[in-house]
């Protein structure tokens, strides 16, 4: 079983940045992929961005494309999700996730995906 620890969420107003980590932890095993999820207080959780741990590829959510990056450094089972130009829609909470089994294409349903964090929140002002 892995573990996942989100951080870096906290309050900052509209055209602000923040960055999110996700720290990985438990027995070792092949996270073929990272993502990364959000959901607003009374909507259901969507897609924001996934990158392969392997080839390095990313893929991300049209609501965040031109404005996130996520990054992955390996050697410390650690995931990024740099924020920038934020919104007041981009308020949510943050979960990562990890896909133990290699996927044929990025993966961007909550089901594709193994283990989940606990989250973490970002609250963005106007």
């Known amino acids: 079983q892995v573990q996942l620890v989100e951080s870096g969420g906290g309050l900052v107003q509209a055209g602000g940045s923040l960055r999110l980590s996700c720290a990985a932890s438990?027995?070792?095993?092949?996270?073929?992929?990272i993502g990364w999820f959000r959901q607003p207080p009374g909507k259901e959780r969507e897609f924001v961005a996934t990158?392969?741990?392997?080839?390095?590829?990313?893929f991300y959510g049209d609501s965040v494309k031109g404005r996130f990056i996520i990054s992955s450094d390996n050697a410390k089972d650690t995931v990024y999700l740099q924020m920038r130009s934020l919104k007041p829609e981009d308020t949510a909470v943050y979960y990562c996730?990890?896909?133990?089994?290699?996927?044929?294409?990025?993966?961007?349903?909550?089901?594709?995906?193994?283990?989940w964090g606990q989250g973490t929140q970002v609250t963005v002002t106007k």
């Open positions: 990158i392969s741990r392997v080839s390095g590829s990313t």
């Open positions: 996730a990890t896909k133990h089994t290699a996927p044929l294409r990025a993966p961007i349903r909550e089901n594709e995906y193994d283990d």
């Open positions: 438990g027995r070792p095993v092949n996270n073929y992929a």
